[in-house]
Nanobody
């Protein structure tokens, strides 16, 4: 059973930084794609950043240059470093593991950016 546990959310002022962490209960495989998604009230969950098994990151346009996704295979953990935060970054952030056409989700962590 794959379990993902996120941490690191909180309340921060605009311009500040947060680092989210997501630890998996399983060892990462080369075929895994890890990702961070954000959901706000009344909207669908949307991708923020993904990282391939080889460590290549990809970002949605609004966060490029501000967010960095990374992972530590030895710790089964993926990170999202968020800098220069804006109020529009507010939402619940979910960690995702994509493996063999299945998706696994964490419970989410709230990020609130005040103006």
């Amino acid at each position: 059973q794959v379990q993902l546990v996120e941490s690191g959310g909180g309340l921060v002022q605009a311009g500040g930084s947060l680092r989210l962490s997501c630890t998996a209960s399983v060892t990462f495989l080369d075929i895994d794609v890890m990702g961070w998604y954000r959901q706000t009230p009344g909207k669908q969950r949307e991708v923020v950043a993904t990282i391939s098994g080889g460590g290549t990151g990809a970002y949605t346009a609004p966060v490029k240059g501000r967010f960095t996704i990374s992972k530590d295979n030895a710790k089964n953990t993926v990170y999202l470093q968020m800098n220069s935060l804006k109020p529009e970054d507010t939402g619940v952030y979910y960690c995702n593991l994509g493996r063999y056409a299945r998706n696994y989700w964490g419970q989410g962590t709230q990020v609130t950016v005040s103006s």
